[in-house]
T-cell receptor, first 111, second 117 residues
Framework: KQEVTQIPAALSVPEGENLVLNCSFTDSAIYNLQWFRQDPGKGLTSLLLIQSSQREQTSGRLNASLDKSSGRSTLYIAASQPGDSATYLCAVDTGFQKLVFGTGTRLLVSP | ETGVTQSPTHLIKTRGQQVTLRCSSQSGHNTVSWYQQALGQGPQFIFQYYREEENGRGNFPPRFSGLQFPNYSSELNVNALELDDSALYLC????????????????FGPGTRLTVL
């Protein structure tokens, strides 16, 4: 059974810091891995999707890496801003878009 | 291109009642997945519909059921509501080609917040 773990559960940083969020999964048989952002009480916004054959994806200040063999992914956020404050979720696609999610990292960026 | 929409936004029910949640897929998408997100947890997969047929189910009891219509919109029905059913219910749509396990990115709706008293 696929399990996804995210560390840390919560993170508080001052504006401008670079930070790394971690995601690990137990079964390397995945089609892709996605990072999502969720604002309080809201739906999910897809940030980055890494196919199983890829090592990383970049979008603006965000960079996500994938090491399928070790079951790990990281989300790197450069020069953090207060608007980045949200919960970040990673999810692995076990096939046919059936996603298994982690419990998320709650990020607070203070001015 | 319209996004994924869900209705209602919020809903309050009492234990034992039945509820229907609705989801309109993004234009051109043929696959809808439903997820339950309890407070402080990640979303959990309930089931998926592809071309009007159930295509996979998570660890949820039969009182959770669904439908997908010819226009690819979808409903989630929950019978005999329990207090633990209180959660944010999310639907996501995507386009899957025939027979393929891969698909485009899923797009999530804003969710329906269900409170069971």
């Amino acid at each position: 059974k696929q399990e996804v773990t995210q560390i840390p559960a919560a993170l508080s940083v001052p504006e401008g810091e670079n930070l790394v969020l971690n995601c690990s999964f137990t079964d390397s048989a995945i089609y892709n891995l996605q990072w999502f952002r969720q604002d309080p009480g809201k739906g999910l916004t897809s940030l980055l999707l890494i196919q199983s054959s890829q090592r990383e994806q970049t979008s603006g200040r965000l960079n996500a890496s994938l090491d399928k063999s070790s079951g790990r992914s990281t989300l790197y956020i450069a020069a953090s801003q207060p608007g980045d404050s949200a919960t970040y979720l990673c999810a692995v696609d076990t096939g046919f878009q059936k996603l298994v999610f982690g419990t998320g990292t709650r990020l607070l960026v203070s001015p | 291109e319209t996004g994924v929409t869900q209705s209602p936004t919020h809903l309050i029910k009492t234990r034992g009642q039945q509820v229907t949640l609705r989801c309109s897929s993004q234009s051109g998408h043929n696959t809808v997945s439903w997820y339950q997100q309890a407070l402080g947890q990640g979303p959990q997969f309930i089931f998926q519909y592809y071309r009007e047929e159930e295509n996979g189910r998570g660890n949820f009891p039969p009182r959770f059921s669904g439908l997908q219509f010819p226009n690819y919109s979808s409903e989630l029905n929950v019978n005999a509501l329990e207090l633990d059913d209180s959660a944010l219910y999310l639907c996501a749509s995507s386009l899957r080609t025939s027979g393929g396990a891969r698909a485009d990115t899923q797009y999530f709706g804003p969710g329906t917040r269900l409170t069971v008293l």
